[in-house]
């Protein structure tokens, strides 16, 4: 027999634990239905636990350049590890406070993933693909996010093609990171990296780096990347990765002709997966 409520909110990303909470304080009877943590990609795998990341190497850079504040640190180095950990444990902080708040304003959390029945009933189903519960509801709320994008010729496979929620969990640093994207997750991913030892290259289809921001300020990020060591290319594509040993070769095309670059895995940070007809592989977003 299905549940019945006034309102279900199918996400519990920003958008949909905030909708559910205010349809619940409104008076609505409220469900939300989420298949993985409360609080969606951003608390989760996308702003909070980067922002975290990014910390632990403003903290580390501080700490190497101690000395040009009168202060010696000796025998420090990087506990990769340990910034994983914290990243994570601010993650699930965060998803237990969305939790709590799904209880104190009275909002059923159903777990799985929504399929509409018709437009007044979802099958929530399990991983599997089996009904678990069903749910009427007289308003429906989608506000289920987007997934990063694959490139038709660049395949994630979590191993040596990444995307930016395996980068934030990586069992091991590696030596040498390839990005493919230079809007706000490559930009953030490439500071992490080279702050902490990284030898970083930014592979990026326009002009600047963030090119839906300003372009002085791509153009003096830029500057400020290539200062600190990463090896940037704008105005380029990659062309193909190829396995090679543990790691792989690419090969970028760039103004300048092609260019084959040897690294130990590669990050695809090229936007959302919505088809909009808009994007162009490469791009750092549509």
């Known amino acids: 027999m299905a549940k019945e409520f006034d309102v279900c909110v ?62 010696d640190v000796k025998d420090f180095s990087v506990n990769f590890d340990g910034m994983i950990k914290r990243s994570r444990s601010v993650a699930d902080k965060m998803s237990k406070g969305v939790q709590f708040l799904m209880k104190a304003n009275k909002i059923e959390v159903i777990k799985g993933t929504g399929v509409f029945k018709s437009e007044k009933e979802l099958s929530v189903n399990d991983e599997k693909g089996k009904e678990t519960e069903s749910v009427k509801a007289k308003h429906f709320i989608i506000a289920t996010g987007a997934r990063p994008r694959q490139l038709p010729n660049l395949e994630i496979d979590g191993k040596l093609i990444i995307d930016s ?13 390839l990005i493919i994207g230079a809007g706000a997750i490559g930009v953030e991913f490439a500071y992490f990296y080279n702050s902490i030892g990284t030898e970083v290259t930014l592979v990026e289809l ?8 300003d372009e002085d300020i791509g153009k003096e990020l830029g500057k400020i990347y ?46 959302c997966n919505r088809k909009c007809g808009k994007y162009r592989p490469g791009q750092s977003r549509c």
């Open 165 to 177: 929620e395996k980068a934030m969990q990586l069992e091991k640093q590696p030596k040498k990171l």
């Open 226 to 271: 290539k200062k600190k060591g990463v090896n940037v290319f704008t105005e380029s594509t990659v062309e193909k990765v190829e396995k090679k040993g543990k790691g792989a070769k690419v090969t970028v095309k760039t103004k300048k002709g092609k260019e084959e670059i040897e690294v130990d895995m590669v990050l695809s940070a090229v936007g």
């Open 206 to 213: 326009q002009k600047t780096l963030v090119p839906v921001e």
């Open 10 to 71: 199918i996400g519990t990303g920003p958008g949909g634990y905030v909708a559910a909470i205010r349809a619940s304080q409104l008076g609505f009877k409220t469900a939300v239905v989420e298949k993985g943590p409360l609080g969606g990609v951003c608390l989760n795998i996308g702003c909070i636990p980067t922002k975290a990341l990014l910390r632990s190497a403003e903290v580390f850079e501080s700490i190497s350049h101690a000395s040009d504040y009168g202060v």
